[in-house]
């Protein structure tokens, strides 16, 4: 494959070029496991969002829970497709995911239906988690 018929995202074009500084990659990485551990700041949030449903603590917690067993799983499965396809691609699904989780759990949250918030932010949310975090953990093991 030539140079001209890559995509931004594939693998090929990943690969650091003359004069590219390495040090990029750790606060890159780190800013990524950043934004992922705001998935255990749900616990903030616990109170108005069983006031907003009218549920229980419990029932909330279950958002949460959601989400690290997706994060858990998506990272378990997701592994051998990012190492196939390369960081960009793996970060860009965990991004579309992880912002389309956001969104789907804030249509939950807006129009009181709780199995969206489920849905949003515990499933879709937590693949979108576990592929992120992979991610800058592989590209780091390799720097």
Known sequence: MTMSSLTFLDRERSVA?????RWLVPPAALAIHLC??????????K???VARFGTSETAIAIVF????????L????????????GPRKAMFVSAVCFSSGLLIG?????????????LGYGF???IGLG???ISPVSTLIKW
């Open 65 to 72: 829970s959601i989400a690290i067993v997706m994060l858990g």
């Open 106 to 118: 804030s249509v939950g949250i807006a129009t009181g239906q709780l199995w969206l918030l489920y």
């Open 36 to 45: 992922i551990g705001q998935v255990y700041a749900l616990s903030v949030f």
């Open 124 to 126: 879709v949310g937590g």
């Open 74 to 85: 998506s990272a378990a499965f997701g592994g051998k497709w990012m190492e196939r396809n």
């Open 47 to 49: 109170t108005p969002l």
């Open 17 to 21: 070029g003359p004069g590219y500084s």
């Open 131 to 133: 592929i992120g975090y």
